[in-house]
């Protein structure tokens, strides 16, 4: 049970990371013209490309996470995601004082938060209930038959 424990958190962790960024990817296809007519907003050039882009990332890191496939990788693509959204959208510093302000600064701690989960995965991988580990489990067992076939041939 104890040896369990590191690998359910991992996996907890992996699954709740993953369910904003499903969540926010899909949202942004659903509401496309609303999506982008916010990012216009913001002064963004491109909208279209960079939309497509952040639903890309969203979806795909998003998937990465949640099934432990090269969870590293989709980790990383996630905080380039997240840093210039954070930056762009959660601009809190150019907001006059009150709610809005504080609003905007909950937005850029919860992305800093996210960034700090994301980076957690990037550092130790997806963990043992993942596709990465079952991969990396059938390339271990398999090596070493590789490695005499070698030496016979």
């Given at each position: 049970?104890?040896?369990?424990?590191?690998?359910?958190?991992?996996?907890?962790?992996?699954?709740?990371?993953?369910?904003?960024?499903?969540?926010?990817g899909f949202g942004?296809?659903?509401?496309?013209?609303?999506?982008?007519?916010?990012?216009?907003k913001q002064g963004?050039?491109?909208?279209?490309?960079?939309?497509?882009?952040?639903?890309?990332?969203?979806?795909?890191?998003?998937?990465?996470?949640?099934?432990?496939?090269?969870?590293?990788?989709?980790?990383?693509?996630?905080?380039?995601?997240?840093?210039?959204?954070?930056?762009?959208?959660h601009d809190f510093?150019?907001?006059?004082?009150?709610?809005?302000?504080?609003?905007?600064?909950?937005?850029?701690?919860?992305?800093?938060?996210?960034?700090?989960?994301?980076?957690?995965?990037?550092?130790?991988?997806?963990?043992?209930?993942?596709?990465?580990?079952?991969?990396?489990?059938?390339?271990?067992?398999?090596?070493?038959?590789?490695?005499?076939?070698?030496?016979?041939?």
């Amino acid at each position: 049970m104890t040896t369990n424990c590191p690998a359910l958190t991992a996996l907890f962790g992996r699954l709740f990371l993953a369910a904003i960024f499903l969540l926010s990817g899909f949202g942004k296809i659903a509401d496309w013209s609303g999506t982008s007519a916010a990012m216009e907003k913001q002064g963004m050039v491109a909208v279209p490309v960079f939309l497509a882009g952040a639903i890309a990332l969203e979806i795909l890191g998003g998937l990465s996470l949640l099934l432990g496939f090269m969870a590293r990788w989709g980790a990383a693509c996630l905080i380039i995601f997240l840093v210039p959204a954070t930056i762009i959208f959660h601009d809190f510093w150019v907001v006059e004082e009150g709610m809005a302000r504080m609003n905007q600064m909950q937005h850029f701690m919860k992305n800093l938060a996210l960034m700090g989960g994301l980076l957690m995965v990037a550092a130790f991988g997806a963990g043992r209930f993942s596709l990465d580990y079952l991969r990396a489990r059938n390339a271990s067992m398999h090596a070493p038959a590789r490695e005499e076939l070698m030496l016979t041939h």
